[in-house]
């Protein structure tokens, strides 16, 4: 049973958009800071975006400024990633991973600092 379960990937054109959701199984969100990252083939993890556990702070990869928002609904135990404007460089898997207490802030992008982590999910940004 993982902790978290990310959903909303899929096959989407150059332009387009997708809202990807991370879900927490066992275990509530409200105390955590989440962050999505994502790794292509042959690249490096990235870290894409964090909000912290009351949703006062945000963080973006420069290569999303603009065109993704991170967003939490902790009534529904689930954090969200509004993708716009897709481009074919956003292609890899979506992870999201959460952190206790806001410990990961101040290296948000940090993937090892992270406790727990879901399955990914793939989004392919292709004509």
């Known amino acids: 049973q993982l902790p978290l379960v990310e959903s909303g990937g899929g096959l989407v054109q150059p332009g387009g958009s997708l809202r990807l959701s991370c879900a927490a199984s066992g275990f509530t969100l409200d105390y955590y800071a989440i962050a999505w990252f994502r790794q292509a083939p042959g690249k490096e993890r990235e870290g894409v975006s964090y909000?912290?556990?009351?949703?006062?702070?945000?963080n973006y990869a420069d290569s999303v400024k603009g065109r993704f928002t991170i967003s939490r609904d902790d009534a529904k135990n689930t954090v969200y990633l509004q993708m716009n404007s897709l481009k074919p460089e956003d292609t890899a898997s979506y992870y999201c991973?959460?952190?206790?207490?806001?410990?990961?802030?101040?290296?948000?992008?940090?993937?090892?600092?992270?406790?727990?982590w879901g399955q990914g999910t793939q989004v392919t940004v292709s004509s």
């Open positions: 991973a959460a952190c206790q207490r806001d410990y990961c802030s101040g290296l948000w992008y940090a993937g090892h600092l992270y406790d727990y």
């Open positions: 909000i912290g556990s009351t949703a006062g702070t945000t």
